[in-house]
């Protein structure tokens, strides 16, 4: 066995067709733009056809190869379009990242608001976003990699999946959702289809977000609010998470340098869920 490493090769992107979705929010913008430049074709998804088109038309004025789909990842027949728009525009989908997620303040407890009173609405609105499309989009994109013995995805969950977090009840059982089916869908194509689709998650720890941004920090003078002390206490590192302190992890398990890698939620937490506080 040789051993000589040619790292352009282990992490090698050049001409491989990613659909992103969720790929014009804040994490997901950051990784479409570093996968163009790596030589990706990049397909970004979102809701909105503004948001989406922005981000492909930033990456298009870079150089980049970038097409913006407006979809609901909860809508199937939507989700088809989207492949039909992908597959002529940019070629059978070589890796899917599943991106799109979010939360309902009304799946949220608070001072205001007790657990037996969350709008019950909402948490399966949560649930829609963050479970019911990754298993769609799983569904819909993947089926193309199953035909052809060969493709990766990625889904992102979240360290509420690992470990529940006070207050997002239903955003951390979705996600908890995300982790347990990234590993079911791991066993599930490589026994039935093929041992060359590998299917792994990542876990974000706390990244400053729209989504989070007033529950972390006082937007008027951007210190932290006391959930945000205590999350960055509790953060060996001493930090909130950039979306830039994705990609490597991104980079790892969508190239060949994780060639017998399946089935595994890597967190990227800087230290949280090795934190027991004290």
């Not at 989009?137 to 470990?163: D, H, K, P, W």
């Not at 289809?193 to 400053?208: E, H, Q």
Request: charged fraction near 15%; include cysteine; glycine fraction near 12%.
């Amino acid at each position: 066995m040789s051993y000589e490493l040619n790292f352009q090769t282990l992490f090698n992107l050049q001409d491989q067709t990613v659909v992103i979705t969720g790929g014009s929010g804040g994490l997901g913008r950051a990784m479409s733009h570093a996968l163009a430049h790596a030589g990706a074709r990049v397909a970004i998804v979102s809701r909105q056809a503004e948001s989406s088109g922005k981000v492909a038309a930033a990456i298009q004025a870079e150089g980049g190869q970038a097409l913006g789909i407006p979809c609901d990842v909860n809508d199937r027949a939507a989700l088809e379009r989207a492949l039909e728009q992908v597959t002529s525009s940019f070629g059978p989908v070589d890796i899917l990242v599943n991106g799109a997620g979010g939360n309902q303040p009304l799946a949220v407890t608070s001072a205001e608001r007790s657990f037996f009173d969350l709008d019950t609405q909402a948490v399966d609105t949560v649930f829609g976003i963050n479970f019911s499309g990754t298993f769609k989009s799983c569904q819909v994109f993947g089926r193309g990699m199953a035909e052809r013995g060969q493709g990766c995805i990625v889904n992102i969950a979240s360290m509420t999946s690992l470990r529940p977090l006070t207050r997002t009840p239903a955003y951390g059982a979705a996600k908890a959702a995300v982790a347990n089916f990234t590993q079911w869908l791991a066993v599930h194509m490589a026994q039935e289809y093929s041992t060359k689709i590998r299917v792994n998650a990542i876990a974000p720890g706390f990244f400053l977000t729209e989504q989070n941004r007033a529950m972390l920090t006082n937007v008027q003078s951007g210190t932290f609010t006391p959930r945000g002390e205590t999350i960055v206490a509790h953060t060996p590192m001493g930090r909130l998470g950039e979306a830039e302190d994705l990609l490597g992890t991104l980079f790892w398990l969508i190239s060949p340098a994780s060639a017998f890698i399946t089935g595994i939620v890597v967190p990227v937490d800087g230290g949280f869920s090795a934190f027991g506080g004290v």
